[in-house]
């Protein structure tokens, strides 16, 4: 007999969606789960990206970038929230309750960076402009280049318009 699907059989389930006219969407990305997810205003989904709302919603904040194989998953019933400019880099999983605004979640919390084999204890706190790097070594951001990273993510977002071909009425329900 065949090994069963790694997808559960939420997989099959469309979730409710409320998605942004103005959001990037690949047709290759992947809504699943039961609960809502609610996608914000210019935000990109690439190919193989993953949202899965099994176990709770899930809610993306406005340009946000959402790489490749990636999988972002609400770990229960309060949910998954990714607010304004966070960019979750390739092959990243994300099962968190809450991403801040103009975190970077490399491979592998507001204005804060994650490097690859980086993980944060469930009920620990990341403070703003902090960088987690190492074997949990850490280091506050002091380059005030806040607002420059803003710019940058809105510029790449405009550049992935003529790249990604988008298909938002295929996630609609």
Excluded: W
Aim: hydrophobic residues 35%; contains cysteine.
């Amino acid at each position: 007999m065949a090994p069963k699907s790694r997808l559960s059989e939420a997989a099959l389930i469309k979730p409710p969606t409320t998605l942004s006219s103005t959001i990037l969407i690949s047709e290759g990305a992947q809504l699943i789960g039961t609960h809502p997810i609610h996608i914000g205003d210019h935000t990109v989904l690439h190919p193989r990206c993953r949202l899965n709302s099994t176990l709770g919603p899930i809610t993306i904040g406005d340009y946000c970038i959402l790489n490749e194989r990636t999988l972002l998953a609400a770990t229960d019933e309060k949910g998954l929230i990714v607010e304004d400019y966070v960019v979750v880099e390739m092959n990243a999983v994300v099962e968190a309750r809450r991403i801040g605004e103009g975190s970077v979640v490399e491979v592998g919390v507001k204005n804060c960076k994650f490097t690859p084999l980086t993980s944060i204890d469930d009920a620990e706190m990341v403070e703003d402009d902090t960088v987690v790097y190492g074997y949990g070594e850490r280091r506050k951001d002091m380059s005030g280049s806040k607002e420059a990273r803003k710019k940058l993510v809105e510029k790449q977002i405009d550049g992935l318009r003529a790249l990604i071909q988008s298909n938002r009425s295929k996630f609609l329900s």
